[in-house]
Nanobody, 117 residues
Framework: QVQLVESGGGLVQPGGSLRLSCTAS????????MNWYRQGPGNQRELVAG???????VHGDSVEGRFTISRDNTMSTVYLEINNLKPEDTAVYYC???????????WGQGTQVTVST
């Protein structure tokens, strides 16, 4: 019954901005840390950013200050805002939910972000 549904991806020109959304159902959302991962063509899946239930966030090593993660526990939704998009940001972006024990985790289906002229 657990579902993570991403939205907001699409085709964007370099320098543009985008906000991805992931809405969860079937879990007690506030108990889970939420993460955004991405996987570009020929690349390994990498962590972009994560945020715990209290709203404390961390960012992956690949982040250059253009990514902002946030969450709305009332709406069971986590967001990823990307500014100044670059072609190398092209990837499938995945939403992930994990308990603090890191024993169980759930994944969304992914949303495609393509940065191109």
């Amino acid at each position: 019954q657990v579902q993570l549904v991403e939205s907001g991806g699409g085709l964007v020109q370099p320098g543009g901005s985008l906000r991805l959304s992931c809405t969860a159902s079937g879990i007690i959302f506030s108990e889970y840390s939420m993460n955004w991962y991405r996987q570009g063509p020929g690349n390994q899946r990498e962590l972009v950013a994560g945020i715990n239930g209290a709203g404390v966030s961390v960012h992956g090593d690949s982040v250059e200050g253009r990514f902002t993660i946030s969450r709305d526990n009332t709406m069971s939704t986590v967001y990823l805002e990307i500014n100044n998009l670059k072609p190398e940001d092209t990837a499938v972006y995945y939403c992930n939910a994990v308990l603090p024990t890191r024993v169980h985790g759930y994944w969304g289906q992914g949303t495609q972000v393509t940065v191109s002229t």
